[in-house]
């Protein structure tokens, strides 16, 4: 493809497959995270039934991001993974448990508590280990001729734990902000005040991972601080501040489907920091895009596959939530 870099459409690929997979198993783990909260019975089959018909197809995105990293990056591929595996393990058993909670709930009523709290900590495990490992990353990958140097715990820092705290705190706010729109009666009301609690934790968890970001490194600090850029990058916090304000608003109007949307902007405002933070580098300060990318003739060669089967998810996907757009009550959709 004469004058097409295909490097960058890769990275914009899996950049759209990332965001795609955050925000939507952001708010089912969220729900996960949250479960214990809600009172046994119809509150908690509210909760379940919103997400039982999209939550598996939600997981579709973690595949697609995974393994068009390793096919389109493989160099950042065998850097991240032997730096991240403590976590990569702790993530997908997370994702794992979770998942056989949510099927055995249902189907082992004796056990239904036990299965309750799987489904919480399994949320929690997963959500926490992914929010660790953006960390971990973020902080930098100590690499030798493309390849990982580190040890096996080099991504354990104060830093990364609090990466990993505040992606607890987004999911959770984006879980119950779900919740307002989906639920009805006590269970949307207890989501509606749970809302607003999370508001404030994530705000403090934005600030307190934006202050710590550009002490991580210079380049960082240049990156967000220095002038002109300054200009421009200063808009990301101004507009996370707007976006709050309207959230909050949104919340004591009693809306039901703004509070979601808000809480969806502020993660594409957060994904757009991080961006600002890491690109053009895949490893941050140590591989470029374009270092570690696949050949080319590799890249276009499944572009080609990309280009059906993208669309045919993203159609899929706004089909289900189409036909699953209404309030979900203790026996489902209605």
Known sequence: MAGVDLTLVWAGIIAFAVFAYVVMDGFDLGIGILFPSFAVGQERDQAMNSIAPVWDGNETWLVMGGGGLMAAFPVAYAIILPATYPLVIAMLLGLVFRGVAFEFRWRDGRHRAFWDWAFCLGSIMATFAQGVMLGAILQGIHVQRQAYAGGWLDWLSPFSLVTGVALLAGYALLGSTWLIGKTEGSAQAHARRLASWLL??????????????????????????????????????????????????????????????????????????????????????????????????????????TAIIVPVIIAYTGWSYWIFRGKVGSEGYH
């Open 200 to 305: 404030l934790a994530v705000l403090f968890a934005i600030a307190a991972v934006s202050v710590a970001t550009p002490l991580l490194s210079l380049e960082y600090a240049r990156r967000w601080l220095a002038m002109p850029t300054v200009l421009l990058t200063a808009q990301v916090p101004l507009l996370t501040l707007i976006v709050a304000f309207v959230l909050f608003r949104s919340l004591r109007a009693g809306r039901e489907r703004v509070p979601f949307l808000m809480a969806l902007a502020l993660f594409l405002l957060g994904f757009t920091g991080l961006l600002i933070s890491v690109f053009p580098y895949v490893v941050p300060g140590a591989v470029s895009i374009w270092e570690a990318a696949a050949p080319p003739e590799s890249q276009e060669f499944m572009l080609v596959g």
